[in-house]
Nanobody, 126 residues
Framework: VQLQASGGGLVQAGGSLRLSCVASGRTSSSRFMGWFRQTPEKEREFVATIEWSSGYTGYGDSVKGRFTISRDKSKSTMYLQMNDLKPDDTAMYYC????????????????????WGQGTLVTVSS
């Protein structure tokens, strides 16, 4: 599975951005797709996940109520709509996909994801 993320940029606090992640290759073998973020000071952090077949979603506590993950199966594309952005949301955002055997309780764990995109930078100014 190959992943290509896009949509990052510079935005003022309170603004919005939508990230996209296009998947190619054996996408049918992935159970979950997700978004993670990382800064130089912190470890990679779980942001949101979606079960590709059902559309069930999950979110990290810091983004609940502000971010929405979705997917368009016909386009093999996952999205992250980010609203009410804060300076603390500044990070490199990565999209990722698991294998087919990942269990539900692992869906927010970095180590559960086998395939990673190149990252797209989001910068939120105060």
């Amino acid at each position: 599975v190959q992943l290509q993320a896009s949509g990052g940029g510079l935005v003022q606090a309170g603004g919005s951005l939508r990230l996209s992640c296009v998947a190619s290759g054996r996408t049918s073998s992935s159970r979950f797709m997700g978004w993670f973020r990382q800064t130089p000071e912190k470890e990679r952090e779980f942001v949101a996940t979606i079960e590709w077949s059902s559309g069930y979603t999950g979110y990290g506590d810091s983004v609940k109520g502000r971010f929405t993950i979705s997917r368009d199966k016909s386009k093999s594309t996952m999205y992250l709509q980010m609203n009410d952005l804060k300076p603390d949301d500044t990070a490199m955002y990565y999209c990722a996909a698991t294998g087919g055997r990942t269990i539900y309780s692992q869906r927010s764990e970095v180590n559960a994801y086998d395939f990673w995109g190149q990252g797209t930078l989001v910068t939120v100014s105060s």
